[in-house]
């Protein structure tokens, strides 16, 4: 698999039920980072969980992190209409100069439909 | 809260023509990136800036590619000879703000991105 590689590729669901989404990586990370991206439009932010947390929670969002398979998961909880987007998970790796400015490489996204 | 900004949103040019794609990142970021993302396809990691100077550089981002930070708060990504493949959405992101957070374990923060389509 690639790096930030997320599965499924697609989910539809009700509302008021859970989504989660997976994510896998290969190589070692300083932190993973979720983002919502709505159609046509720009990347949010969610959620930044470092390589030494193992669950980071926001609002109705969980993220976990399980480093010794290199994979996160993202649980939208009593999901909503308005939760309907593409979300990412990005890497940021381990930069050659071990500098603050790391680029991040994405997964090709997990499209989530919720219907009301 | 503060946000990036990018313009146009969308930019139409013809094949050989000269782009310039506009950010203006946060303010106090020090840390500056651009991405793009290919209709149906992963966003990838073109160029990353810091200290008025390239940090990190992609095999996308080849000799057609130049980034300015021409004042304190623009940040633009220019192609001289734009090609059919160059279309895609293109993100500015920023990041890296002095605090108590590591700034290697900031967010980065996206704009709405400039949808650039080649003809």
């Known amino acids: 698999s690639q790096q930030g590689e997320e599965d499924p590729q697609a989910l539809s669901i009700q509302e008021g039920e859970n989504a989660t989404m997976n994510c896998s990586y290969k190589?070692?990370?300083?932190?993973l980072q979720w983002y919502r991206q709505n159609s046509g439009r720009g990347l949010v932010h969610l959620i930044l969980?470092?390589?030494n947390e193992r669950e980071k929670h926001s609002g109705r969002l969980r993220v976990t992190l399980d480093t010794s398979k290199k994979s996160s998961s993202l649980l939208i909880t009593a999901s909503r209409a308005a939760d309907t987007a593409s979300y990412f998970c990005?890497?940021?790796?381990?930069?050659?100069?071990?500098?603050?400015?790391?680029?991040?490489?994405w997964g090709l996204g997990t499209s989530l439909a919720v219907n009301p | 809260e503060p946000e990036v900004t990018q313009t146009p949103s969308h930019q139409v040019t013809q094949m050989g023509q000269e782009v310039i794609l506009r950010c203006v990142p946060i303010?106090?970021?020090?840390?500056f990136y651009w991405y793009r993302q290919i209709l149906g396809q992963k966003v990838e990691f073109l160029v990353s800036?810091?200290?008025?100077?390239?940090?990190?550089k992609s095999e996308i981002f080849d000799d057609q590619f130049s980034v300015e930070r021409p004042d304190g708060s623009n940040f633009t990504l220019k192609i001289r000879s734009t090609k059919l493949e160059d279309s895609a959405m293109y993100f500015c992101?920023?990041?890296?703000?002095?605090?108590?957070?590591?700034?290697?374990?900031?967010?980065?923060?996206f704009g709405d991105g400039t949808r650039l389509s080649i003809l």
């Open positions: 992101a920023s990041s890296g703000s002095p605090g108590r957070v590591r700034m290697s374990n900031q967010p980065q923060h």
């Open positions: 303010s106090n970021h020090l840390y």
């Open positions: 800036f810091y200290n008025n100077e390239i940090s990190e």
């Open positions: 190589t070692s990370i300083n932190n």
């Open positions: 969980i470092r390589s």
């Open positions: 990005a890497t940021d790796g381990v930069a050659p100069n071990a500098g603050n400015n790391r680029k991040l490489i």
